[in-house]
C-alpha cells in the first residue's frame, strides 16, 4: 500500500539555523499538508499546497516557514531561522481530491 | 471558526470493554468527519471516516456515526484490547462549498487511551 514517507525521523538543530524538512507524497495524489504537534498538544494545520501553489496557510505559517516541491516527487518544508518553540511534531499529509488525507510518521525536530 | 471537542483522557479500560470517546463539532454546512489513531512512537493513521450525514463510518471493530442534529461523532468499540492502546484524534474537514476547498483538517485535542489485560 503506498506510503507517505517523511525524512529525517529526527533533526536536532541550533536556534538561528536553517532545517528542511523533506515529505515524498502518495505518487498519485495532488494536495500536499503539512501540520505540527507540540509535544502533548493538538495537531495544527500550517499550510496547503496544490497546484504548484500555497492555497491557504495558518497565522503559525509566518515567514519564517516556506514550502517547496521541487520536482515531481518531493515536498518540502524549510524553517528558515529556527527559535525554540518550533521544536514539535512535523507531519506531511496529501490527498487526491483534498478531502481524505494521509499522514506521513512525522519528523522530530528538536531546537536547542 | 470550525472547531472539534473531544472528551478529556486519559481513558482507562480493562480488556474486553466497551469504548466510546466523544467527540463534538461546530462547523458551518456539512463537514467531513475524520477518526485518526497515534500508536506510541508513530505517526497519525486514519481509523474511519464519514462524509455526510447518517454515514456510519467503520474499521478494524471501531464505529462512529455522523449525527448532524447532535453535531456528534462518538468513536466506538465493543470490545478493546491491549494493542488498541493509543492517542485517538476526532478531526474534522470543513464544507467544500464554504471552506475554498482545500479542506485542511481541524483536529480535536486527542483522548489518550490505555487497555489493560
Known amino acids: 500500500e503506498p506510503e507517505v514517507t517523511q525524512t529525517p525521523s529526527h533533526q536536532v538543530t541550533q536556534m538561528g539555523q536553517e532545517v528542511i524538512l523533506r515529505c515524498v507524497p502518495i505518487?498519485?495524489?495532488?494536495?500536499f499538508y503539512w501540520y505540527r504537534q507540540i509535544l502533548g498538544q493538538k495537531v495544527e494545520f500550517l499550510v496547503s499546497?496544490?497546484?504548484?501553489?500555497?492555497?491557504?496557510k495558518s497565522e503559525i505559517f509566518d515567514d519564517q516557514f516556506s514550502v517547496e516541491r521541487p520536482d515531481g516527487s518531493n515536498f518540502t518544508l524549510k524553517i528558515r531561522s529556527t527559535k525554540l518553540e518550533d521544536s514539535a511534531m512535523y507531519f506531511c499529509?496529501?490527498?487526491?481530491?483534498?478531502?481524505?488525507?494521509?499522514f506521513g510518521p512525522g519528523t522530530r525536530l528538536l531546537v536547542l | 471558526g470550525d472547531s472539534v471537542t473531544q472528551m478529556e483522557g486519559p481513558v482507562t479500560l480493562s480488556e474486553e470493554a466497551f469504548l466510546t470517546i466523544n467527540c463534538t463539532y461546530t462547523a458551518t454546512g456539512y463537514p467531513s468527519l475524520f477518526w485518526y489513531v497515534q500508536y506510541p512512537g508513530e505517526g497519525l493513521q486514519l481509523l474511519l471516516k464519514?462524509?455526510?450525514?447518517?454515514d456510519k463510518g467503520s474499521n478494524k471493530g471501531f464505529e462512529a456515526t455522523y449525527r448532524k442534529e447532535t453535531t456528534s461523532f462518538h468513536l466506538e468499540k465493543g470490545s478493546v484490547q491491549v494493542s488498541d492502546s493509543a492517542v485517538y484524534f476526532c478531526a474534522l474537514s470543513p464544507d467544500f462549498m464554504f471552506s475554498g476547498g482545500y479542506n485542511k483538517l481541524i483536529f480535536g485535542a486527542g483522548t489518550r487511551l490505555a487497555v489493560h489485560p
Open positions: 464519514a462524509t455526510k450525514a447518517d
Open positions: 499529509a496529501s490527498s487526491t481530491s483534498g478531502e481524505t488525507q494521509y
Open positions: 505518487s498519485n495524489h495532488l494536495y
Open positions: 499546497f496544490y497546484n504548484n501553489e500555497i492555497s491557504e
